[in-house]
Each structure stands twice: as structure tokens, then as C-alpha cells.
């Protein structure tokens, strides 16, 4: 049984189809916690490089690609994204989860992706600051703000509860050929 992500199913469905994922791809997964990115990746992606720096996201996310029987088309990466990114191969593309040190790994992603690079804020300020970075690295595309709402019951009809939004930002490195 897979853990559950903190990226909503309905995020990682949507950071997915901005990717641009083609069977064949060599893909990315910075900040992957659980790994629940990756694993939607894994129905379009052959080669999958997954990268956290926690020791807790690491050993969740194995278990969950052993759950979901794509162990061996994974690398786990445990580093700081922006140092672990310098030794990958050419990717095609890439999401970042984390935040952390987004500038640093937004110019190292652009040394490697050839294609989309697609980054989740949860916060407007962070948006902002990837949204700038991509602008100066010339490969901003555009940005999506989502907001998802689930239904719940509620004197037996049927209310909505709103769920964090979240800001999709979208780069293409391919720009840069």
C-alpha cells in the first residue's frame, strides 16, 4: 500500500500533463518525499531519477516504488538537489516538489533538462521568487494557479471543503537550444 502524498492527486495529475512526459523520457523527481510524483511519471517515463535529501523521504519513497513495481527504474538519490543534479545524464524533463534552495537547483536543472521543468508552490512568495528566477534563466512558460475542492457530506447533501492551492510554475529548458 502506497503512503499518502502530500501533493494531491489532482496536482501531480496536472504537473504531469505540463511535463510533457513521452514514453522513453529520462525524468527527475527533485524533492520526491513519497514518491507519489514519480511513480504517475512511471507510466510515461523509462529512466526515473528521484532526489531528497531526507533519510525518512528516501526509505518512503523505495517502499513505495517497491509497492507500486517500479523499484527498478529508479535511482534514489539522497544529496542536496542542486549538487546531486550535476551527476545526472541529460533529462528531458523534471518537477521540483521542494523549495528549498529553488534558485540553486532551477540553474542546475537548466544544465541538464531539455525539455519542461515543472515546479509546485504552495506559497505566493515562492511562486514569485521561481517565477523570477525562470524569467532570468529564459525558460519561463507560464504559471497555474489551482485550487481543489472535495465534497463532503453535510445534512445528507453534499458540501465542498477547499484544500490548499497550490501555483504550478512551468519552465521549458528546451528554450534555451
Known amino acids: 500500500m502506497l503512503s499518502a502524498s502530500p501533493t494531491k492527486p489532482e496536482i501531480i495529475a496536472i504537473a504531469i500533463s505540463k511535463l510533457n512526459l513521452a514514453p522513453g523520457d529520462v525524468f527527475c523527481d527533485v524533492g520526491c518525499g513519497t514518491g507519489a510524483v514519480s511513480i504517475a511519471a512511471s507510466a510515461f517515463a523509462d529512466t526515473i531519477y528521484a532526489i531528497d535529501i531526507r533519510d525518512e ?69 515562492t511562486a514569485v521568487r521561481i517565477i523570477g528566477c525562470m524569467k532570468l534563466l529564459g525558460v519561463f512558460e507560464e504559471v497555474v494557479h489551482v485550487q481543489v475542492s472535495r465534497g463532503y457530506e453535510l445534512a445528507g447533501e453534499t458540501a465542498f471543503k477547499p484544500v490548499n492551492p497550490v501555483y504550478i510554475v512551468v519552465g521549458d529548458a528546451g528554450r534555451l537550444d
Open 57 to 125: 523521504a528516501i526509505a518512503e519513497a523505495e517502499r513505495n516504488f517497491d509497492a507500486a513495481g517500479i523499484r527498478e527504474r529508479v535511482t534514489l538519490i539522497r544529496d542536496e538537489a542542486s549538487l546531486a543534479i550535476a551527476d545526472l545524464p541529460p533529462l528531458d524533463c523534471a518537477f521540483v516538489g521542494g523549495t528549498k534552495n529553488i534558485e540553486d537547483v532551477l540553474h542546475a536543472l537548466c544544465t541538464r533538462v531539455r525539455g519542461r521543468v515543472v515546479v509546485n508552490a504552495a506559497r505566493i512568495e
